[in-house]
């Protein structure tokens, strides 16, 4: 089915994944803040990716560099020159668009009026503070419009301090700062996000097989978590297209409820990055083959995704309609791995020889599995918030079970039950959730 914006952002409200940030002082564009529920399917979605990426492979590991580096980080990289959007402004309503982004370049979609805009200049994206008590351009500084700098300019202190000999990677999950003139979609395009970042550092003449291999290992990665294949493409950039230091890139790209956008970008930066810091810091940050006695820059392959534009893809195609005896049911049928909640615990009533025990249950079940503990409402709207939320299990404890020790399992997507003891409830759910 194709799911509204509007519908996903309301559902993001309303059950605690996205709140609008500073929203109870009139909210500020661009910025949200990830409610109980949303927090948890975020860090289940860098960790799944971490878990790919780093701990599942012998040949990457990790960092997690300064969001504030050295201002010369950033005039070596080429981003205090050429990180920059064409902006133009509207002379009739004053709003400001992206030129690359506007359908017509010549039509204003604020006011409509048409040859009103000024002539584009570019601005750039980055976002400028100062170090210090004193503001001048001697303590200016940037917040980081990427994690990718840090990690070459750390690129020398992985490789000797782990003994690391190419190809291997260095990933990285944090904080990115870029001041977009035109944000939106929700939480698509924002101020401040999280990246979710590896440079896989090889021989030059290795770099066209690895830019193949990160593409199908990614894309695979989506699909392997639940994302239907057919929302998915590979979209190769054109020329005009391309970075200042991009020798081939290409976007993953996810059927968004406005069309095809970019989910995930794969570059082969070549040894851009590495020679430029080298240059301008002065470091020798050439690999040195003890092998072949070769000194020489490596190429960087870099996936780079960003963590809360996944998890809002994810949420999107996870969420589902369907009429369930008459009525209608929504359910978000998200993989086990990046549900917010694991497991529900919900004893049939609020009356105490019910919850006591259920409450007891759920203490249990805690240094296991994320669970959730309710015990208000019916329990027909339990079971629909936790569908909503993509909880897969729901395990409820009722009159019954004081006699025979025994709970129900109800299972999300197929809303079948099943009874189990007390005493094999973990290894019943550890099945369940693996399946």
Known sequence: MTVSLETIANLAKR?????????????????????PVGVLMLRNVKDQWWKSMVQCRGDVVGLDSAIIQARAVWKASGHEDAFTDPLVECRNCNARHRLDKLED????PNCGKRGTFTEPRQFNLMFKTHTGPVESDDNLVYLRPETAQGIFINYENVRRTNRMKLPFGIAQVGKSFRNEITPGQFVFRTREFEQMEMEFFCRPEEAPRWFDYWQEERFRWYTDLGMREENLRIRPHDPDELSHYSAGTVDIEYAFPWGWDELEGIANRTDYDLRAHSEASGEDLRYFDQETNERFFPYVIEPAAGA?????????????????????????KLDPRLAPYQVAILPLSKKPELTEPASKIADSLRSEFMLEYDETQSIGRRYRRQDEIGTPLCVTYDFDSIEDHSVTIRHRDTMKQERVSIDRLAEALRDALKN
């Not at 059950?15 to 409610?35: H, P, T």
């Not at 998890?311 to 009429?323: Q, R, V």
Request: aromatic share 16%; charged share 25%; with cysteine.
């Open 15 to 35: 059950r605690g994944f996205v709140f609008q940030s500073s929203e109870i002082y009139g909210g500020i564009r661009s910025a949200y803040d990830y409610g």
């Open 105 to 108: 370049p010549d039509q204003c």
């Open 308 to 332: 809360t534009r996944t998890m809002f893809a994810f949420l999107i195609d996870a969420y589902h309609e369907e009429e369930v005896n008459g009525e209608q049911r929504v359910v978000l």
